[in-house]
C-alpha cells in the first residue's frame, strides 16, 4: 500500500478472518499530506473486508493504537488483541538482546512464557514475532512447532540476508548484508542498528552503500541528511551513496565517512568492488524503484561476483607462472 484506498478492495476480495497490523512509520508519506494519521487510516482499510467474527490484532506501542482500535471497532469487530512492550498487551515482549547472530526473545503471550532465539536481528524483527505467536495462539495452533519454525527462518535476499565471500582470504571473508528491496527512514535506521553489531574482520570496515529513499515527499532531502548522525552512531566508516536524493546524506556526512557518490546504480556498480578489502561488512540498502530487479540489486551482484573473480585472477597468474 502506497495511496489510500488500495487496501479495500484487497480486503473486499480475501475477507480475512484475522488482519494484523505492525506498525505505522513515515513510509510513502509523499502521498499521504496528512502524515502518520493518513496511512493508519489507508492500514486500517483492512477492516472493512471482515466480518463480525474477524479478529483485529494491532500494535498497542504505536501512537496510532487508538486510532486504529477505533476504526476496527466502528467497522463492527468486537475481538481486538494486542502485542507490544506495553504491561497491557495481550502479547508482550519481555526482553530482546540483540547480538551479532540473532535475537535472544523473552515474551507472555496471553499469560504463557516463552523464551527462545531467532537468526534474525533486529528489535523491529522481535516485535512483529508477537504479533505471529499471538495469532497461532489466537488459532489454537501449535505454539512449540511455531517457535521451532521461527528459530530456522534466515532473512531472504533483499531484506537482511548475509552472505560471506572470500575475496582472497580464506579466514577473513567480506560480509554482504543485502537489504537492497527496499527503504525507508525506520528501515534504514534498523538496519544500521544490526550492522553496528557485526564487528570486521581482521582490517576490515563496516561500509555502508545507500540508495534514494523514494516516496517520502517535500521532506524528503531533509530525511536524507538526517540518516548522517545514525550512520556515525553505528559506527559505520564509510558511506557510498546513490542518486539524487541520496547526494543530501553525501554532503552532510564528515569528509572521513564519504566514500563516493553516483547519481546511478550501475555507476555504483562498477566502482565499489574494488573498494573492498577482506574483513569488509558491507550494506547495501536502498527503495526498490521501477524496473525488473531493486535499483541496489546492481551493486550486490557485482559484489556477489567478486569471489569469481578473485578466483580467475589467481588461475591467471598461476597459469602464466607455469
Known amino acids: 500500500m502506497n495511496h489510500a484506498n488500495e487496501i479495500a478492495p484487497l480486503s473486499a476480495m480475501v475477507k480475512p478472518h484475522i488482519a494484523i497490523i505492525t506498525t505505522i512509520a513515515p513510509v510513502h508519506t509523499e ?24 479478529i483485529a490484532i494491532l500494535n498497542r506501542d504505536n501512537p496510532q493504537f487508538d486510532m486504529i482500535a477505533a476504526e476496527a471497532k466502528r467497522q463492527g469487530i468486537g475481538k481486538i488483541f494486542t502485542f507490544g512492550t506495553s504491561d497491557q498487551a495481550d502479547a508482550r515482549l519481555i526482553d530482546c538482546l540483540i547480538a551479532s547472530n540473532g535475537t535472544q526473545i523473552k515474551a507472555n503471550i496471553l499469560g504463557e512464557d516463552f523464551t527462545f532465539s531467532m537468526k534474525d536481528a533486529g528489535p523491529h524483527n522481535a516485535m512483529n514475532v508477537m504479533s505471529v505467536l499471538l495469532t497461532v495462539k489466537l488459532m489454537g495452533g501449535d505454539m512449540s512447532k511455531a517457535i521451532a519454525a521461527l528459530r530456522d527462518i534466515e532473512p531472504p535476499a533483499g531484506r537482511g540476508k548475509r552472505e560471506l565471500l572470500n575475496i582472497g582470504d580464506t579466514g577473513n571473508p567480506v560480509t554482504l548484508i543485502d537489504e537492497s528491496y527496499n527503504a525507508s527512514p525506520v528501515a534504514m535506521q534498523a538496519a544500521f542498528k544490526v550492522m553496528a553489531l557485526i564487528d570486521p574482520g581482521r582490517g576490515g570496515r563496516r561500509i555502508a552503500i545507500l540508495g534514494d529513499m523514494y516516496e517520502l515527499g ?16 553505528a559506527g559505520i566508516d564509510l558511506v557510498y551513496t546513490c542518486g539524487p536524493l541520496m547526494k543530501n546524506l553525501y554532503d552532510a556526512l564528515p569528509e572521513q565517512n564519504r566514500g563516493a557518490h553516483r547519481d546511478e546504480a550501475p555507476e555504483m556498480a562498477q566502482i565499489v568492488p574494488d573498494v573492498l578489502v577482506p574483513g569488509d561488512v558491507v550494506l547495501v540498502k536502498g527503495s526498490r524503484g521501477g524496473g525488473d530487479k531493486p535499483r541496489m540489486q546492481l551493486v550486490v551482484e557485482a559484489l556477489r561476483q567478486m569471489p569469481v573473480k578473485c578466483t580467475n585472477s589467481a588461475n591467471q597468474i598461476t597459469r602464466e607462472r607455469k
Open 31 to 54: 502521498h499521504f499530506p496528512d502524515g502518520l494519521d493518513g496511512i493508519a487510516k489507508a492500514k486500517a482499510e483492512i477492516f472493512s473486508g471482515m466480518d463480525k467474527n474477524g
Open 218 to 233: 517535500q521532506d524528503s532531502a531533509k530525511m536524507h541528511r538526517e540518516l548522517a548522525l545514525p550512520l556515525q552512531a
